[in-house]
C-alpha cells in the first residue's frame, strides 16, 4: 500500500509535536500492552483483541479453505447475510470489492427491516440454493433476529422443518441466545467470534472471514497482506514511519482544529469501504460531546462549496487511478498541498489530503488494519473510549417501548404534526416545533424547510436519515438532496438509510458534537409482512425505530425535522427535492 500525505504547514507542525510527545511517553508501546490510561481508563483493555485476531486466524486458513470448497460443491448459488452494523458492513465491502468468481455464490447482505429491501431480496433468492448466514455479536439484535425468524419460517416452508436448518450457518459470541438457536434448529455450523472484539472491529476475525470465504476470497493472502501492515504499526517501528499512528495523529489533531469532517474520496472500485470507514469513525468517536464526522459517498464539488471543516481521504487501486483523479482535481483547483516531509519550505493554507493507494484487492485486510489502528489512537488524542458506543442502545429501548405500547393499544405512537402538504407530512418535537415556526416567512413546507436548513451554521453538517428502500432510484434522489443543499449551504453532508445507519452514524447523532442538522423522511411500504410469531409487521417496527431515534435526538436537544410520505416513496421524494430546491432559493 502507497500512503501519500499532503498537509498544511501548522498541521504538519502540530502532527509532529504529537508524534514526538507520544514518542517520549511510549504511547505505542502503551496501547500494543492495552494499558487503558492511553485512552480514559475505562476497561480499553477488554476490546484489544483485533491487535492480536490475525495471527490466530491465519492459522485457521485451511478451515476458510475447506468451507468455501464445500459451499462449492453443495451447488450454493447465494449467501444471504443477515446482520447489522459491524457484523454486516466488512462483509459488504467483500461482495462489492472482490471481483466475483464464477464457481463462488454471491453475496447478499441484509441489514435492513424495511420491507421493500426484505422484497427486493427475496426476489433474488431460491431458497433451496441458499445459504443465511445470521451474524450477531451478541446473539440478541433486534433486527437480526427478527429476520432470521422469518426466513427460517420460509425455509421451513419450502424445505421442510427438518432440512430447514442445514442452510443456515451462524457467527456470534459463545453462550448467546444465537448460538442456542443454531443448536435447536439444527444449524449447518456456528462460528464463534472472540468475545475481546468490539463488532466494528471485527472485519478481519469471523464475522468478516467466514462470508469472504463463501464467496472465494483468498483468505491466507488476504491475512498475510494485513500481517504486513501489521507488523508496520508495531512499537519497535520508528514513530514516524507507524502508518497507523501518524494516520491517528493527523485526524486528531485536524479534529482538534475544526477539521472534523473526513471526506472519503473513493475510487468506483472501492466505493463500498465508505460505509466501513463511516461506522468505524461515527461510532468510536462520536461520543462526549466530540467525534469526527465521516463524509461518505458525497460526490465532488468545485471548492467553493467546502468549508474549512474538512480533511480529505483517498482510497484506491493501483489499476483504477480514479481516486487519483479526484485527489488531483482538488490539488488542481487551488489545493496543492505540500507533504509532511517538506510542509515548512512549501507552505499552504489547503485542507488535508491523505492519499492510499493499494496494489490489488487483497491488500484490503491491511487497509482495515491500518483504519482500526489510526481509530485507536483518534480516540486516545480525542479523550474518548473508541471501543463502546453508550448512546446506541438509546433508540432501541424507545423502539422497544413503542412496540410495546402497540401490542397493548393497537396504536403507535407518533410525533406532532406540522404541516400536511400534497402527500408530506412534516412532524416535529415540540423544542424544534417553536424554533422552526420563530423563523418561518411562510407556512408552507418550503417555509419550513428553509427555516430549518437556515439553521445550518459554519461548522455543521446536514444528515439525512432516510427510512425508505434502499433502492438506486431512491438513492440517487437523495443524493440529488444533500449535494443541493451542500452546494447551497456550504456544509458537509451525509445520507443513512434507516434502520441501519442506528448501528453505525447514529452514535454520532446522538453522542457527538451537536453540529447535526438532521432531517429524517419515512416512506410508505407498497409490501409488507407479518413478523412470524409477532403481533406486529416489519413496517411497523422499522417505524417504531424512526419515531424512536426522533426522541431521543428531540431529548439531546437536536436540530431536527421529520418528513412522512404517503403513497408512492419516488414521487414523494421528488416533491420533497422540488421544495428543498425552492427552500434554498428563497434563502438566497
Known sequence: MREELFLPEALAHAVGERLAQWERDRMVERLWAGDVSVWT?????????????????????PMYAALRES???????????????????APEVFARVFPPKEDAPELLVLDSIDPGDIHAVEERLDLRRTLI??????????????????FLDQMKRALGSERAGEHFLAITDPGTPLSEVALREGFRHCFYGVENIGGRYS?????????????GVDVARLLERAERMIRRCRPEVPIAENPGVVLGAILGESARRGRDKVTVLASRSLEAFGIWLEQLLAESTGKDGKGVIPVDDEALGP????????????????????????????????????????????????????????????ELGALFFLWEMATAVLGAILGVNPFDQPDVE?????????????????????????????????????????????????????GYLRAHLERLREGDYFALLAYVERSGVHRQQLRDIRHRVRDARQVATSLGFGPRFLHSTGQLHKGGPNTGVFLHVLGDDAWDRVVPGRPYTFGLIKRAQAYGDFAVLARRGRRQLGVEIEG?????????????????ADAT
Open 41 to 61: 481508563g475505562d476497561g480499553e483493555d477488554r476490546w484489544l483483541g483485533w491487535l492480536h485476531v490475525v495471527e490466530h486466524e491465519r492459522a485457521r486458513a
Open 71 to 89: 459451499t462449492r460443491r453443495a451447488g450454493i448459488a447465494h449467501v444471504l447475510l443477515l446482520g447489522m452494523g459491524g457484523s454486516s458492513l
Open 133 to 150: 448466514l445470521v451474524s450477531s455479536k451478541s446473539g440478541t439484535t433486534l433486527e437480526s433476529n427478527l429476520l432470521l425468524d422469518y
Open 203 to 215: 472485519a478481519l476475525s469471523v464475522f468478516g472471514l467466514v462470508p469472504a470465504a463463501l464467496i
Open 303 to 362: 471548492p467553493d462549496v467546502y468549508g474549512s471543516d474538512r480533511v480529505f481521504v483517498g482510497v484506491g487501486f493501483e489499476s483504477d487511478p480514479s481516486a487519483d483523479r479526484l485527489v488531483a482535481r482538488l490539488r488542481a483547483a487551488g489545493h496543492a498541498i505540500p507533504g509532511l516531509s517538506d510542509a515548512a519550505s512549501r507552505p499552504s493554507s489547503g485542507p488535508p489530503i491523505l492519499q492510499l493507494t493499494l496494489s490489488d484487492h487483497d
Open 394 to 446: 438509546a433508540s432501541k429501548a424507545e423502539a422497544r417501548a413503542l412496540a410495546r405500547a402497540y401490542e397493548e393499544t393497537g396504536a403507535l405512537s407518533r410525533p406532532d404534526v406540522l404541516l400536511h402538504e400534497e402527500g408530506l407530512v412534516l412532524f416535529a418535537d415540540e423544542w424544534n416545533r417553536q424554533q422552526v415556526s420563530a423563523r418561518v416567512r411562510e407556512r408552507s413546507l418550503a
Open 568 to 584: 408512492e416513496v419516488g414521487a414523494g421524494l421528488a416533491r420533497l427535492r422540488e421544495a428543498i430546491e425552492r427552500a434554498l
